[in-house]
Nanobody, 118 residues
């Protein structure tokens, strides 16, 4: 399994960014895709998840109403639309995936930096 994340960058507070994660290496039926982030000096945290089959989503409280996770089955890709960005959203963002029956994310993409200035 390979995950390739892209779309990070620098933006002012209130702006938007869209992260993309291209997945390959297997079919992802019954898998869960997730976006995580890690800010300097902080632990990595889950931002949003989506089930590949039904598209069921979940979000961290800190991003609810501002971020939207989606997936494109045809392109085998997962996206994170980030709106109303805040300086505290600054972090390295990672996409990851796991089988639905597992609690552990086994496959990770490389990180993409998101920087939000005030």
């Amino acid at each position: 399994v390979q995950l390739q994340a892209s779309g990070g960058g620098s933006v002012q507070a209130g702006g938007s960014l869209r992260l993309s994660c291209a997945a390959s290496g297997r079919t992802f039926t019954n898998w869960v895709m997730g976006w995580f982030r890690q800010a300097p000096g902080k632990e990595r945290e889950v931002v949003a998840t989506i089930t590949w089959n039904l598209g069921t989503t979940s979000y961290a409280d800190s991003v609810k109403g501002r971020f939207t996770i989606s997936r494109d089955k045809a392109k085998v890709a997962v996206y994170l639309e980030m709106d109303s960005l805040k300086p505290e959203d600054t972090a390295v963002y990672y996409c990851a995936t796991r089988e639905s029956a597992s609690y552990r994310y086994n496959y990770w993409g490389q990180g993409t930096q998101v920087t939000v200035s005030s």
